[in-house]
């Protein structure tokens, strides 16, 4: 979490396709071959990057409908088959152009269980249901994708097993896989390598393992409760970004009050106009070692101060986050609900976010990230569940699907789990008036390694407190 600069997060991301990065997922052993089925798609195939060794390796790439049904795109998935430089080699992805839009196309990299002379590595191309949809006969024109080493040393395509110098022409290949609705339909894989195997951990619908969970209900007395740190928490105390510079960072501001006979945490935010005066509130964890899997939160915005003149540009939210090493670091992650109640960042009204970060420059400003936002008044109790498996990132609000946010915004490292509630400025009402804003929280979840849906939340979260069961953290450190 950090300030943005008042100019809109919108319009100050910038398209850095170049330093989108994926995560690496482990494969199982695969069996079988497959090839174009009556309904089903065809892959073709051509290279603008010829040489045995080249920067990049650009497969450019077409998927056309064979069959005589529609096909949505969101229910294909290709991939091209490679080996890798090195044993430590990591990769990252990139669309140049495509008629579909880069915007609706994802890559994540794999590593086979079986690896052969020519390929223990494959790149996933995945669609967004931005893409669309192709009817029988048609296809999606121009892909023209890339890849390089992140350390973009030279690569050797040579060896590689979905690679060919003599394909400058589109042309159908078999040596690229195609999956329709998690069935192979096109291609034949390295053998031993077929991604139809059920037991796929890329699958997001088979999660391998986990299901390790934290939930906390909150039911402390006081921020200097010792059960707060023992059970993995810390309040703030100390000095620095987000808000308004000079601003102190107040644990005292952090209460437990009983709502409707449930404790619940209030993040209390003050000011009376001035740097000196201005009170903010948060509460992180104290561990790095939540990544993949479902998170969840029953958070109360509030559009108005509980006592004082409204109008500050204020920022009520649930995250997750780690820490950026560098400037433009690829392994940077964070994933936010952010509620502005009297707008900020260029808005004037209401406004939600929800935003997948890639990566970002504090000085000069510049942002690689994808984010979702509703302009409507959220005000009162809310249930927020974020998930993310190995194909996406999706937030809900009260049980509806809010925004889906692409792969190449995957988390590559371990986050924490943050609440906070500041101002971007002190801009959105001048007055020296006192006045004080609430946040609340009930309730966090996250099970690792899972998607569960709100629905599963909830159930989860009941069962819980039918259990009487106040904390539980099952999750190992990373």
Not at 133 to 159: E, H, I, K, V
Not at 307 to 315: A, C, F, N, R, T
Not at 342 to 364: C, F, H, K, R, V
Request: aromatic share 10%; with cysteine.
């Amino acid at each position: 979490m950090r300030t943005r600069p008042p100019a809109g997060r919108g319009r100050v991301a910038l398209a850095l396709s170049a330093l989108l990065g994926s995560t690496v997922l482990a494969a199982v052993p695969l069996t079988g071959t497959a090839s174009a089925a009556a309904d089903g798609v065809a892959v073709q195939y051509r290279t603008s990057a010829t040489g045995a060794t080249a920067d990049q390796s650009e497969p450019w790439l077409k998927v056309r409908n064979t069959g005589s049904s529609t096909v949505q795109l969101s229910e294909v998935k290709v991939r091209y088959y490679f080996k890798a430089d090195s044993a430590s080699a990591s990769y990252r992805f990139a669309c140049s152009w495509a008629v579909k839009g880069c915007a609706n196309i994802t890559g994540t990299f794999g590593t086979l269980a079986h690896p052969t002379a020519t390929a223990d590595r494959y790149l996933e191309i995945g669609f967004t249901s931005g893409a669309g949809s192709l009817a029988p006969g048609t296809d999606t024109s121009d892909m023209q994708l890339r890849f390089y080493q992140s350390t973009w040393q030279t690569l050797n395509q040579a060896d590689d097993y979905s690679f060919s110098a003599a394909r400058t022409s589109y042309a159908d290949w078999n040596k690229v896989t195609a999956q329709l609705g998690g069935s192979t339909v096109w291609g034949t894989a390295p053998e031993g390598n077929d991604p139809t195997d059920p037991t796929d951990p890329t699958d997001p619908t088979d999660p391998p393992g986990g299901g390790q969970s934290l939930f906390d209900d909150f039911s402390y007395t006081s921020y200097t409760d010792p059960a707060i740190a023992a059970h993995g928490w810390n309040v703030r105390s100390n000095s620095g970004g987000p808000g308004v510079p000079g601003a102190t960072w107040d644990p005292s501001k952090v209460t437990f009050p009983t709502v409707s006979g449930n404790t619940v945490m209030n993040l209390e935010t003050s000011t009376a106009g001035t740097a000196e005066s201005t009170r903010q509130t948060e509460v992180v964890s104290r561990s790095t070692k939540f990544k993949n899997g479902t998170y969840a939160a029953r958070v109360k915005f509030s559009d108005t101060p509980k006592s004082g003149p409204d109008g500050d540009h204020l920022v009520q939210t649930f995250f997750t986050i780690n820490d950026l090493k560098a400037p433009m670091a690829d392994d940077y992650s964070e994933y936010d609900f952010e509620y502005l109640p009297n707008g900020g960042w260029g808005e004037s009204g209401n406004i939600l976010y929800t935003t997948s970060w890639e990566t970002y420059n504090p000085d000069p400003w510049q942002a690689v990230n994808q984010h979702t936002e509703g302009r409507q008044s959220y005000n009162g109790w809310h249930d927020l569940v974020l998930t993310i498996d190995n194909s996406s990132i999706k937030y809900y609000i009260d049980g509806q699907l809010f925004g889906t946010h692409d792969a190449q915004y995957l988390p590559e490292r371990p986050m924490s789990i943050n609440f906070n509630q500041w101002l971007i400025d002190l801009a959105g009402q001048t007055s020296t008036t006192a006045r004080a804003y609430d946040e609340q929280v009930d309730y966090v979840l996250h099970v690792k390694d899972q998607v569960l849906t709100p629905a599963q939340v909830a159930a989860k979260v009941a069962a819980y407190r039918t259990a009487g069961t106040k904390f539980v953290d099952e999750v190992p450190a990373s």
